[in-house]
């Protein structure tokens, strides 16, 4: 089993920034595939940022190109999502997520086993 806990979310203007952080224990951290989603309200679960294994390759969904920026710190076991110039649109719930190393960079839901409990994030015009 993989424990995830997200922190970082808020209540934050237009135009800010925001840093999510995941901490996970239960399996060694470098092994895991992990990923970010967001689910906004009535709207289906999608796929944000992944990275690979090692952190060096980032993969991102097409509501996050550019103002996200997803990290990883296997010595923390700590996966990191940096979000700038925060939009309305970008209100959430951000969930981290764990799988199978050799599903490192997936964007497929049913790829990533293991679920935290979610973080608001909440973007004011």
């Known amino acids: 089993q993989v424990q995830l806990v997200e922190s970082g979310g808020g209540v934050v203007q237009a135009g800010g920034s925001l840093r999510l952080s995941c901490a996970a224990s239960?399996?060694?951290?470098?092994?895991?595939?992990m990923g970010w989603f967001r689910q906004a309200p009535g709207k289906e679960r999608e796929f944000v940022a992944a990275v690979s294994l090692s952190g060096g390759t980032a993969y991102y969904g097409d509501s996050a190109q550019g103002r996200f920026t997803i990290s990883r710190d296997n010595a923390k076991n700590t996966v990191y999502l940096q979000i700038h110039s925060l939009k309305p649109e970008d209100t959430a719930v951000y969930y981290c997520a764990a799988g199978p190393g050799h599903n490192s960079g997936s964007s497929y839901r049913n790829d990533y086993d293991f679920w935290g409990q979610g973080t608001q994030v909440t973007v004011s015009s």
């Open positions: 239960g399996r060694s951290f470098s092994s895991l595939a």
